[in-house]
């Protein structure tokens, strides 16, 4: 039995159809992927620690952790600041528990590592109306007045905790909300789309 | 029919070449698109639309806009009927359908008309007065027939098929209201750069420049807010959400407002909904709602075809129809008196200007001569002629001689108020002004300034360069200093002398104050005679301003009537209080997207897809949705249960138990930290060693309780009950940032990342040990109970092992990362499927543990203390530890105090109760022989009857006793026998096999 590999599933796994949905037009006016695969783990520093982390974490990464609700990219791996000492890494490189296992074996000592890879569902959602859609949940203001590029926040989008972030065009967001919540939020973000036209891309999970 | 007989043959802001139908009390009609409900029944000559809400009177349109108190209809049929929309603001659509409400069997001819006989009766608090005593009569005679009798309209009865939702938004300055003022504030803020949102309530922008005709700039004022909306929608960062009423202001320059996205069409178009909730958060607001008219009391006042005259000029002017053949008007201002002239223009004749002033005034005079119309200064209407429409006036001049006018049409004005609503969300008072013998806008809201009507400018002129300059400012306010450009000019009209009149003495008739819920000028003089003499208590006493339109047309004239009264000046009797909604909001747009099974979000565990696909029956728990237990075909539940609860004594069951609470804790403190807030000890746990822990409040009493494995020196795993999971984390983190913010501790939760399944039986083992990768040796003497450990299955994949038994059998508990949960339970199924294994749910879980006596939510009530559960010795004396003291207070350590205890019947095949009281054996039952109660029961399959726990007072030292288990709200009445919590292998032998 044990060598009986196990597969993964995404919490929307035959929910999260690829196609095109809602309101008919050229382009659809949303386009929403899941991230799945993606490396998580939370990362929060050791008393008196914090510089010996962000000088580790500059040696084996290769950035500076950001300072705030900001997300900042590696190569390899992004933090996602979410409170005073506490960051949230993301990471396709190494995917799933291997992220964690790369920062504790890198930041031992330093930083209280949980992989959370297998907690969090990440949509992207993009598309013209990508901030639109998002009004309809999100109670922070997207504009790249007061959301710049690599601005991140944690909030709560229909009475479901969200991390959100912006990448790398101005037009799309990473959501990561809590794995159980995931059919919800779908119904939240299908119903809220519906009216933009929306397409969902790539597998929902295999 | 005759088509829209009273539709003028041009002129107005309507489409005369789209024709729409639409009915009303089944009669087929048509109007325009641009029409309203009540222009395109003007135009069909319909004035009769409603009945009122007391008195059942007759009732036609008084208004044009929000402000509507009478013209309330129906709209829509089956389930997307709505009671008391403004036939005001519905927008015509293709096969609307409308009804007239408070009417039986017809509008025109009403059966409960006849209650106008009783009216001297069923004045000022007479609910309050009638229907005091006898108590008993309130519920089956005054409450039925009271509302047999009143409220408008009938809701559909049915859940609302559309779907509706909320939004939010973010702007520099926030433009409320769209007419002359409004828009050149959002012009003037627009232009500098400024994030700006323009919510006007109507479908057009323009205000009342769509029912006047001015001119701005030298040309029509049309042509000037055409150029001003094509301005506003080019600029990027303009946002106009028309169909949007602002309906409240809150803190934080937060404003409410309801977007009717889709209810000027039959149907909303599929994915989109009918309303939007929008929460705006606004650095500024500029305020320009305009100003609503107000009508002057007189007997009979409230006849359909009684209008207000700036109502009248909207439609003609901006619906092209004719409200009535031949006019009167009677006003106490020369705004209104234009009316005449603008009603002559198009071919309505005018009879008379009744002129309330006792001064005569030019432009009045001017204005009857250009319609050619009689003009009586210093006279009042006396007497209105017909019942359900008007048919004359009888007017009382100077000199106290009667004249008698033939007319369909009245036009009232008693000049304008400022829309001042919103200005008072946040406490503001409004002030009364003398110069404008209105309120105005008091304190403002912080960030908000008003301008234009709203602000008591009633000239054009004024609105304009009062819009520019708010608009302008409110945007360098938020640092746009950039050109505003230049302002618009228009001329301001001359008011004339204002000396208001507000009511007429000695009229004929019931003279209304406030029409939607009947209140008439002898209510308010009654009421003012009993004692009501402040407005607010006048409004509860009288309901004056109570109804769905907050009494926008009737507070002042109230106020008037009781200043008279009681013999004080109008502006020291002050107001009410506006409140939001500044008008009526569906239900439906609060909910948003929460209906049904969106109520809240549901939390699904990893295996609900699997439990689903076996049928399980959920429930549920906290936000979660777990398997309540898992029927075969045909299986009654409480077999189904019995069935899985014995299936895991004999042999080995699967229950998914990720939904615990789990949160990790690390840092070199973790240890001392946990000694802290547990009551007992955790530092010298042994890595790789899991133990039961018990939390405590501040008071004493006990939080909640749950596993914690050390998997590391410095990393421990906590887990709490399923309740509890938010409230442990906060408590957890106010423990570390607030009380010892020194300690190196880290917490995070990891509740979604670990799917976690207890395997539980006397085969759980061999099971387990056919799930984890072969290098993970589960024997007894390499993983003994509470041991725990990271092993892999399914070829590498990182998992852990806690030895730990909430059944008390030989169990397990294997925790995957979520994403492989689904096919965890798979895997276990079928390794166990050779050791007849069965998945149990939450109920079979519950049996379980009542036979082992594990105190849990219901015993966990917040109430309860470590001694009551039989924890007391748990309770370290070495350590420190919150609660420690309090909980060794006399009264907390009472051996008199309710303690756990274990029950069965006397009569096995009896049945216990929860909830019920324990009496002792032959005591009365009464609340002084109560001496505690029954907490939780179950039936056992394992014993093959009904057992329990309970609280009981010196409950430890009673075991053997009998007792009455006494339940008089379901009639059970059983003696019980005390026991030892524990039913099942008390000296937990199975455990550790």
């Not at chain 2, 009403?110 to 006849?114: G, N, P, R, Y």
């Given at each position: 039995m044990s060598d009986r590999p196990l597969h993964p599933r995404s919490a929307l796994a035959g929910i999260a159809v690829p196609g095109r949905y809602g309101a008919p037009g050229s382009e659809p006016g949303v386009t929403i992927a899941e991230r799945v695969g993606l490396g998580l783990a939370t990362v929060a520093a050791r008393k008196e620690h914090g510089e010996a982390l962000k000088q580790a974490v500059a040696n084996v990464y290769g950035i500076d952790l950001p300072e705030g609700s900001r997300i900042v990219q590696g190569p390899r791996v992004s933090f996602v600041g979410y409170g005073p000492g506490q960051w949230l890494a993301v990471s396709e490189a190494l995917d799933g528990e291997a992220l964690a296992c790369d920062l504790l074996q890198n930041l031992k000592g330093l930083a209280s590592i949980s992989d959370q890879s297998g907690g969090r569902t990440v949509l992207r959602i993009g598309g013209p109306r990508a901030r639109d859609v998002l009004a309809k949940g999100l109670p922070i203001d997207l504009d790249p007045r007061a959301f710049p590029l690599g601005s991140a926040a944690t909030s709560t989008i229909s009475l479901m905790g969200v991390q959100i972030w912006q990448t790398d065009d101005t037009r799309s967001y990473d959501i990561a909300l809590f794995r159980s919540v995931s059919a919800s939020f779908w119904r939240w973000l299908t119903a809220s789309a519906g009216e933009y036209g929306y397409e969902v891309v790539g597998a929902g999970g295999a | 029919m005759s088509s829209q007989p009273n539709r003028l043959a041009e002129g107005g802001a309507?489409?005369?070449?789209k024709t729409v139908r639409f009915s009303f009390d089944g009669q087929a009609l048509t109007g325009h698109e641009g029409d309203t409900l009540a222009s395109a029944l003007l135009a069909n000559g319909?004035?009769?639309?409603g009945r009122s809400f007391k008195y059942h009177r007759p009732r036609g349109i008084l208004?044009?806009?929000?402000?509507?108190?009478?013209?309330?209809v129906e709209l829509?049929?089956?389930?997307r009927r709505e009671p008391n929309t403004r036939a005001t603001t519905i927008e015509l659509y293709e096969g609307l359908e409308a009804s007239s409400q408070n009417r039986w069997p017809s509008l025109k001819f009403?059966?409960?008309?006849?209650s106008q006989l009783f009216a001297p009766f069923i004045g000022a608090g007479f609910y309050y007065k009638t229907f005091?005593?006898?108590?008993?009569?309130?519920?089956?005679l005054y409450e039925p027939m009271i509302r047999r009798a009143a409220g408008l309209g009938r809701g559909a009865?049915?859940?609302?098929?559309d779907h509706y939702e909320k939004a939010h938004a973010f702007c520099d300055v926030l433009v409320i209201g769209g007419g002359a003022a409004g828009l050149a504030a959002a012009l003037a803020s627009a232009r500098t750069g400024a994030r700006v949102i323009l919510c006007e309530e109507?479908?057009?922008?323009g205000g009342r420049l769509l029912a006047e005709p001015d001119e701005i700039d030298g040309r029509p004022a049309r042509d000037w807010v055409e150029a001003a909306e094509a301005e506003l929608e080019s600029l990027p960062d303009c946002r106009i959400l028309r169909r949007?009423?602002?309906?409240g202001v809150y803190d934080g320059g937060t404003y409410a407002a309801i977007e009717?996205?889709?209810?000027?069409?039959p149907l909303p178009p599929?994915?989109?909904?009918r309303q939007r909730f929008w929460k705006i958060v606004a650095k500024r607001a500029v305020l320009a709602a305009g100003a609503i008219e107000r009508p002057i009391v007189f007997?009979?006042?409230?006849?359909?075809?009684?209008?207000l005259a700036g109502a009248v000029r909207v439609y003609v002017?901006?619906?092209?129809?004719?409200?009535?053949?031949r006019a009167v008007l009677f006003a106490d201002n020369d705004d209104a008196f234009r009316t005449a002239v603008d009603l002559a223009e198009v071919g309505v004749a005018v009879a008379a200007l009744i002129d309330a002033r006792k001064l005569p005034s030019a432009a009045a005079q001017a204005a009857a001569e250009r319609a050619g119309a009689r003009y009586l200064s210093g006279?009042?209407?006396?007497r209105v002629r017909g019942?359900?429409?008007?048919?004359g006036v009888e007017v009382r001049d100077a000199s106290g001689k009667t004249e008698s006018f033939d007319c369909d049409l009245v036009a009232v004005s008693g000049g304008w108020a400022p829309?001042?609503?919103?200005?008072?969300?946040?406490n503001g008072k409004p002030q009364w002004s003398e110069a404008l013998s209105a309120l105005a806008p008091g304190t403002l809201p912080p960030g908000m300034s008003v301008a234009g009507a709203a602000k008591g400018a009633f000239g054009l002129g004024s609105c304009l360069a009062q819009g520019h300059d708010a608009g302008a400012g409110a945007a360098a306010a938020c640092g746009f200093t950039g050109g505003s450009g230049k302002a618009s000019a228009a001329a301001d009209n001359d008011r004339g002398t204002v000396s208001p009149v507000w009511q007429v003495e000695n009229s004929r008739g019931k003279a209304f104050v406030d029409f939607q819920n009947d209140v008439s000028v002898s209510d308010v003089k009654l009421a003012a005679r009993e004692g009501f003499r402040i407005p607010e208590h006048l409004k509860r006493y009288?309901?004056?301003?109570?109804?769905t339109d907050q009494g926008k047309t009737g507070n002042l004239n109230g106020a008037a009537v009781l200043a008279q009264a009681t013999g004080r000046y109008l502006g020291a009797v002050g107001t009410t209080t506006f409140r939001p909604p500044f008008t009526p909001v569906a239900i439906s747009a609060f909910a948003g997207h929460h209906r049904?099974?969106?109520?809240r979000p549901a939390r699904l565990a990893p295996s609900h897809g699997w439990a689903k696909e076996q049928g399980a029956v959920f429930v549920e728990t906290g936000p979660w949705l777990r398997a309540l237990y898992y029927p075969l075909t045909g299986e009654e539940p409480q077999d189904s249960v019995n069935r899985e609860v014995a299936n895991v004594r004999t042999k080995v069951g699967v229950c998914d138990v990720s939904t615990l609470g789990k949160i990790d804790v690390q840092g070199s403190d973790a240890g001392t930290f946990l000694d802290r807030v547990?009551?007992?000890?955790?530092?010298?746990?042994?890595?790789?060693k899991a133990r039961y822990g018990l939390m405590l409040r501040e008071d004493g009493i006990v939080l909640d309780d749950g596993t914690t494995a050390r998997l590391a020196e410095d990393h421990y795993f906590m887990t709490t009950t399923t309740a509890n999971a938010v409230k442990v984390m906060q408590h957890l983190e106010f423990c570390q940032q607030v009380?010892?913010?020194?300690?190196?501790v880290q917490m995070v939760s990891v509740t979604e990342q670990w799917a976690q399944y207890a395997v539980a039986g006397p085969r759980a083992r061999d099971v387990l040990q056919a799930i984890v990768?072969?290098?993970h040796d589960l024997s007894n003497a390499a993983f003994p109970y509470l041991a725990c450990g990271n092993v892999s299955v399914g070829g590498g994949i990182p998992a852990r092992v806690y030895r730990l038994s909430f059944s008390g059998e030989l169990a397990y508990e294997i925790g995957v990362p979520a994403r492989f949960g689904d096919a965890l339970v798979r895997a276990i199924m079928e390794a166990g499927a050779a050791y007849g294994i069965a998945p149990y749910g939450t109920e079979a879980l519950g049996v379980l543990r009542i036979e082992k006596g594990h105190p849990a939510g219901a015993e966990l009530?917040?109430?309860?203390t470590a001694h009551d559960l039989g924890?007391?010795?748990?309770?370290?004396?070495?350590k420190d530890f919150i609660g420690r003291y309090m909980a060794a207070r006399p009264s907390l350590t009472?051996?008199?105090?309710p303690s756990l205890v274990g029950l069965r019947p006397l009569d096995r095949e009896d049945r216990l109760r929860a909830g019920a009281h324990l009496l002792?054996?032959?005591?009365?039952?009464?609340a002084a022989n109560d001496q505690g109660h029954v907490t939780s029961i179950a039936f056992s399959p394992s014993l093959g009857h009904w057992l329990g726990l309970g609280l009981l007072a010196h409950g430890p030292e009673r075991h053997g006793e009998i007792l009455r288990a006494y339940d008089p709200v379901r009639g059970g009445d059983v003696p019980v026998e005390v026991r030892?919590?524990?039913?099942?292998?008390p000296e937990g032998e199975r455990l550790r096999v």
């Open positions: - | 309507i489409d005369r070449s319909i004035k009769l639309v208004t044009a806009g929000s402000e509507e108190p009478s013209a309330l829509r049929s089956g389930a009403d059966v409960m008309a006849v005091m005593w006898p108590a008993a009569f309130w519920e089956k009865g049915v859940a609302d098929p109507d479908f057009r922008l949007t009423t602002v309906q009717r996205v889709n209810d000027h069409v599929a994915h989109e909904p007997g009979d006042n409230d006849r359909p075809g009684i209008m002017n901006r619906y092209g129809v004719a409200p009535g053949k006279a009042v209407i006396k019942r359900q429409g008007v048919k829309s001042l609503h919103l200005t008072t969300h946040l009288t309901t004056l301003g109570m109804a049904g099974q969106d109520f547990y009551a007992n000890t955790f530092s010298v746990l042994a890595v790789g009380l010892w913010p020194e300690f190196d990768d072969p290098a009530n917040g109430q309860t924890f007391g010795k748990m309770l370290s004396t070495k009472d051996p008199a105090r002792p054996k032959d005591a009365e039952a009464s030892p919590p524990c039913f099942i292998d």
